[in-house]
Each structure stands twice: as C-alpha cells, then as structure tokens.
C-alpha cells in the first residue's frame, strides 16, 4: 500500500469529524482580525449547524461598554442573523423587515451609519447592562429537498477597553 | 484501491450534504422567529455567555488607587489544590487576577501571574494558549497595556477553543466560575473601599444578570453541584437588589408592541453590604476547593 492510499484509509477511518475541526480552526483563525478593533472576550462558539437550523446565544452585556459581535462560518450557508434586546426588541436583523421590506442601520465605532442587511456583525453600546439574545436561522433552499448542507459557525465577541 | 477512495468521497459528501431527515429527540420544534409565514425550523443548540474578567476590570481602570494587590489570590496557594475541578476554578481565579493587574497598570506581577496559569494549564492538559510563546510576548511588551491586554485575550481564546474542540467544556465552565467569582470580589474590595461610587453599584447590582446565565451554564455542563449550590446562596442577595416596573414601547421592526422594562436601582447600603460580604464567602468556598 502506498503512502497516498494509506492516507485515505486513514481519511476514511477517522470519519467526517476531522471536517468540522478544520473548520472551526478556521474560524479561531480569522476571529482576531474579525474582530479587529475589539479584543476578544475569550468565549469560543462553533456549533455545528445544518440548514434548517436555528440557534440561540444569549450573553449579558455591560452598559457603556463598546462591543462587536461578529458570526462566523461558511460562505454556502446562508445566516438570517436577529439580535434582541431584554424585552425582545430587534436592534439588529441582517435582512429587510417582512412589513415593511426596509432593512436596520446601526452606527459603528468611527461614528458610520451602516446598513444591518447582509451584515454578519454588529457594533453598539448599550446604556445599561443587558442579556442580548442573538438568533441565527439557517436558511434551506426550497429548491433543493432531498438534502440539505451542513457547516459550522463561529460566534465571537470583542469589547473595547 | 480505486473502491476506497470512492467511500471516502461519499464519506466528504455526507458531512456536507446531510440527509433531509426528520429530526428526533431532544430538538425543540418552534416557529421561525424571523418569518412567521416560513416552515418552522430547528431549535439546535442554546448557547449561555458572560463578560470576561477583563471586561469587568476595564469598567474600574480609573480606580487604580482604590485597588489592592494584596487582595489577589495568593501564587503560593496552588499547592493546595490538587484535583482537576479545584485547578480549572483556580485557573478561572487567576485569570481574572491577571486581568486587573493588567487594567491597574501593576506590571511587575503579570509575569508571574502568566507563569502560575501556564503550570494550571498543563496540569489539565490544556496548554494551547498558555505556552512559552506568550510569556515571551508577555515579556517583550510589558510596558504595553493594550498588547498584553490583546495577547492575555488571544490565549484565553486560544484554550477556550481548545477545550471546547477536546471534550472539555467542563473544565472551561469551571474557569469561567472561579473568573467570574473573582471578579466580583475584586470590583467588591474595591466598592468597600468607596461605598459612595452608585456606578460601581450599578455595575455589581448588574451581575444579577451573568449569575442567571452562570446557573444555566453550569447546569448544562458541570454534573458536579459545587459551583451551583455555591452560586445558589448568592442569587437571593441579587434579586433583592432592584425593583422593576414596565412601560408601553413600539417596536419599528417587528411591526408589534411589547412591553419594555425598566430597571430601577436601589441603593440600600445595608443590603449592598450584606452582597458583598456573601460574594467574599462564596469566593473563599471557591479558593478553599481542594
């Protein structure tokens, strides 16, 4: 048996799973510069996720304090990303308003007035400390039914000193 | 040789292209809370997070003369600490010891702080993060706050990742325990030193919020009830801080209207005290874990 056949029995035996670890290390890969200004609080997330998946991360987050969050994860799955404050207030949503079909601005740390839609992170400043609820849905092409695409996330958070 | 090849390419096509199978067990089935005319979708996972030591730290920066070194959890304790569940809270402990000593600007601690996480993290097998790279950038820029701020992040971080790619997801919510308590002792030690500082209060009176999602946390991944019950005892002290009341408020987005709540604080020394006195027990039940 040659080296390159021994290396895809071994692929085949140690299963999928080694997939996924390459995609979450390339995800803790790109967090730091994603983040950029923001330092990292430290907390690592990268949930495996199929389309049709919906997630929740809820974080308390301190008044006055700046913050970035940022959702990681593979160009093929398509993220609808909703951010709710404590009384369930959407702040943030990276698609258009299903009323209204306008979309969410939010101001970033250099004072810019940037657009929410097809955004994967969030800069803001809360007044008083909050738990944030962030929802990320995973949208499933109706074209496609007998399968459906799998990848993993990252969920970040950086603040500034 | 050809044949196994083929099964490993449908191997790769099966981690991408998972069967459109009916979910079962353990998954909550709820209405897609973005699009209510949509198919409902999955509740996956629920995820519970919390400041960082050194978020909390950087809230009191300019209290550099109200913090006290001595307060600190001591480097020569380690020695008392000898199972795995007493070492990750301690970790937790120093990081969060290590995070104020960089926001006060005490310099001359840090490497030894760093040196003291290094040896916890390789008692636990955990030493991604924690390595002789770091303690060399440590050294190199420690005159510099916000390098070593940025370097003590990206190696928590780093062994953050780690344990939760390793089957380690206890040991990183036993660190996130012991960080968090110390935390609230540090910015405790110093309120006592300045009971007048309402926003400080604010601050404390706000980690009624962490200690809910602590709880959760603790309760999806620690099978042992030392943190819990430990945190139990002080969850009473926090709900009795505040009162709250509700207004009416539009929301643009959703098209609905929900009902905001406002918090209101108050500051009743007496019970302010009586909080900060139960944190200091709590934190000496943590350090005293054997």
Redesign the interface.
Known sequence: ?TMK?LF??L??FL??NP???QC?QYI?SI??SSLSPY?????????V??E??????????????HYKIVILGMDFLEK?I?IKD?????IF?N?P????GEG?YYTDYKGNKVSCLGSNEFEFVLN????LLI?V?IEKKAKR???????CLG?V?G?K? | MKIIRLIILLNLFIAIFSCNKKEENNKDVVNNPIDTAAATVIMKQIYFSLPSPMELASLVDEKQNLFDYNELYSLDSLKIHSSDKSQAIIMGVYSADLGFLMIMNQTQNIKSYTQIMMKIANNLDIRKGFNDTLLNKIEKNITNKDSLVKLSAKALFSADAYMKENDKIDISTLILNGGWIESIYQLSQILKKDFEDTNLIKIIIDQRLVIDNILKLDSIYLKDNFCREQLMTLKPYFDNMITESKTEVYDNFADTTLLKTKIIYTFDKNKILNLTNEISKVRKNFISLQ
């Open positions: 048996m056949n895809f029995v692929l085949f299963g999928i997939i996924f670890s979450k803790e967090a730091e330092i990292s609080d430290g907390n690592f997330y990268t949930p996720v199929t049709g998946d919906y997630i929740k991360f809820t974080r308390t987050f301190l008044g006055g304090k609808e909703t404590q009384d369930g207030i959407v949503a698609y308003s299903r009323k209204t969410l008083n400390t909050q738990n929802e849905a039914k007998k399968y459906r695409l799998k990848g969920i958070v603040f000193e």
